[in-house]
């Protein structure tokens, strides 16, 4: 149980074009999803905290405007790189958090992003 | 700010030896952690968790020893195999209510020599 899955698994797109990355609950409802930036060789660094049916919660330093993240429903969030250029080339993952009574994420298999 | 800071960046263990990865903490109001491993590629997955009332909890070959006073925090795995080569997260969730934030560590690489 627990799992968490990310469409596409990989991604190369042009610069000024814009991406958007699934992030699913498979077997659970997620009333909270997180998002993450990963640079090669360094930690996992939070963009935002996702809520299904209200505005995200984004981390000093994003902006809301660059990444779009919507959350739809209890089992889909999605984050959008709108105008994408090549220093937005990382490695995205999103996380769920099963219930509210928990504190454990359960994490996606990432998304790697790489703008030409 | 506080942050979850390790003191290894890269541990080479014997297959076979048992492994120790290291954490620091600073965030004395920080009450639950968690171990993750994350492989080349891929996701972050959770191995182990203990929160703040506990000092000592046991998996299947892991152990997650946890020292309040010194904030540290301590993984050890046994009997390390080459599938356990990967970099490993500590990571801490402040008592925040319903908004739980996760801090990562910085990591540390094992690498298993067979």
């Known amino acids: 149980g627990a799992v968490v899955s990310q469409h596409p698994s990989w991604v190369i797109c042009k610069s000024g074009t814009s991406v958007k990355i699934e992030c699913r609950s498979l077997?659970?409802?997620?009333?909270?999803m997180f998002w993450y930036r990963q640079f090669p060789k360094q930690s996992l660094m939070l963009m935002a905290t996702?809520?299904?049916?209200?505005?995200?919660?984004?981390e000093q330093g994003v902006e809301k405007d660059k990444f779009l993240i919507n959350h739809a429903s209890l089992t889909l969030s999605t984050l959008t790189v709108t105008s994408a250029h090549p220093e937005d080339s990382s490695f995205y993952i999103c996380?769920?958090?099963?219930?509210?009574?928990?504190?454990?994420?359960?994490f996606g298999p990432g998304t790697r992003l790489t703008v030409l | 700010g506080e942050s979850v800071g390790l003191h290894l960046p890269t541990l080479s263990v014997q297959e076979g030896d048992n492994s120790i990865i290291n954490c620091a903490y600073s965030?004395?109001?920080?009450?639950?952690f968690i171990w993750y491993k994350q492989e080349s590629g891929k996701g972050p997955q959770f191995i182990i968790d203990?929160?703040?009332?506990?000092d000592k909890r046991q998996g299947q070959r892991v152990t997650v020893l946890l020292n309040k006073t010194v904030k540290h925090l301590s993984l050890q795995i046994a009997a390390t195999q080459p599938g356990d080569s990967a970099v490993y997260f500590c990571?801490?969730?402040?008592?925040?209510?319903?908004?739980?934030?996760?801090?990562f560590g910085i990591g540390t690489k094992l690498q298993v020599i067979p």
């Open positions: 996380s769920a958090r099963v219930s509210a009574g928990t504190d454990t994420q359960y």
């Open positions: 077997d659970f409802q997620a009333t909270t």
């Open positions: 996702s809520n299904e049916g209200s505005k995200a919660t984004y």
């Open positions: 965030n004395s109001a920080s009450d639950y």
């Open positions: 203990i929160r703040s009332n506990m």
């Open positions: 990571a801490e969730i402040p008592h925040s209510g319903g908004y739980q934030k996760v801090t």
